[in-house]
């Protein structure tokens, strides 16, 4: 999802693999990105959050800020 100025607000998948066990199981997945800004001269999320969809409710497993940003070489070299 995306917001009005292009900002990346979420990502979500129905069925993302999870591991569970020795296998895995298809689970409802969201990534949160919030608080957009220029960093490296580059406008990127500078918080995320990472869940898992579970029966008995939200499973968060990842949550990040991003502080700094070096962005290497131009889009024509990369």
Do not use: K, N
Not at 51 to 75: K, M
Request: aromatic share 8%.
């Amino acid at each position: 999802r995306l917001g009005a100025g292009g900002d990346v607000l979420e990502a979500y998948a129905p069925d993302r693999p999870r591991s569970v066990d020795d296998g895995s199981v298809p689970t409802p997945w969201r990534g949160v990105f919030t608080d957009h800004g220029e960093l490296g001269g580059v406008r990127v999320p500078r918080g995320a959050e990472v869940s898992w969809e579970l029966p008995e409710g939200r499973f968060t497993y990842w949550r990040a800020e991003v502080t700094a940003l070096e962005v290497v070489g131009t889009a024509a070299q990369r």
